[in-house]
């Protein structure tokens, strides 16, 4: 009967040590390798932006059936408004300014509900809502204000759900020492703003770009100087921190990662730098020209590795064109706006 017990309770730990460790691996990934590399360069097709004269440092944003590119190197029209479709230039808006109607410090711009779109004014301390229809037809139309910010405490960039609930970016600024990120909660109607709960115990300062899906009810963090993912649920529920090859926890921004992430439907997408270094003299800090990530690291909800896409270009912005199932690109090339098909190179 004692040796029966001892087997059984033997056993019984051997279960629940399985169990921890299956839990465990869940929640922990580990991907010493991506090496289904898709070479897709001859596949991304240059953007004809007819006559529209947009700066180096621009972002792309697509609200409702417009491509929005905002361009923050401008010294007149901040925002530059196309059809998301063909590409057609229709108009610019926003000129740069303290005035009425005009935009100090551009920031985020985020579509919302019934046709409307927010954009962030870092110099005013506000966030902006436009109506685009009003936009297209009325010349001398002015937004309302959404949102005042608090100058200690701000979203940065944002996924507008509803007026309750968007999930954002928050900047929260360190006096003679830089600043902190944290992702939170925003309630657009009474301006409050919780942070979530998780954050990775490994990582001192925190620099991470973020996406967020209401369909999915997730989030995902990807670091710029960690080779780090982190998807958690909408309440901030740790689902799964994903480990490239290259982990590490040291407090550096010698080495670059991720840029960039988006959702694809049910993929999540980000653009990658293996590693490259930021700096062709780190002493000097002079940006290296070799800097900026050319790689598309495709990954699933639950973050498992499924293949990267190579463009073999250097890819300053992105963002994906549900309706046309593509990649829309900023690029430091020969050509400035470019799109990726993904047609057959998603699955």
Known sequence: MEN????????LLLCLCCGCNSNSSKTEKYQNRR?????????????NMEDALIGSIARLYLVHDYLIISDHSSNSELIHIFDRNNFNYI?????????????????????????????TDHGKQKIFDYDIDSILTNPLY??????????EFFPDRYRYIDDTLSIGLIIK???????????????FSTGEIKPMPYNHPDIERKRVCFAASAEHDLFVECYHYHDLMTVCS?????K?????????????????YYEKVVFCNDKIVASFSEGKEQFSNYNNRYPSENRYPTQFLVF????????????????????????????????????????????????
């Open 91 to 119: 108009r610019c808006m926003a000129y740069k300014g303290q005035g009425p109607g005009e935009i100090a410090n551009l920031g985020h711009i985020e579509a919302g509900k019934n046709r409307r779109f927010y954009v």
């Open 234 to 238: 909408l309440n901030g529920d740790l």
């Open 240 to 256: 799964h921190n994903i480990y490239g090859g290259k982990w590490d926890d040291r407090m550096t921004n010698k080495f670059a």
């Open 4 to 11: 029966i017990a001892v087997k059984l309770f033997g056993c």
């Open 300 to 347: 699933n909800t639950k973050g498992d590795y499924i293949r990267t896409l190579e463009t073999g270009y250097s890819i300053l912005d992105f963002c994906y064109d549900k309706d046309n199932n593509r990649i829309i690109m900023i690029l430091n090339a020969e050509m400035q706006f470019a799109y990726l098909d993904l047609n057959g190179l998603m699955e």
């Open 142 to 151: 002015m937004p309302d204000v959404k949102m005042t910010l608090n100058v």
């Open 173 to 187: 600024p360190i006096r003679n020492s830089g600043f902190d990120q944290s992702v939170a909660k925003i309630n």
């Open 35 to 47: 090496d289904h590399i898709i070479h897709v360069r001859e596949k991304v097709k240059e953007i």
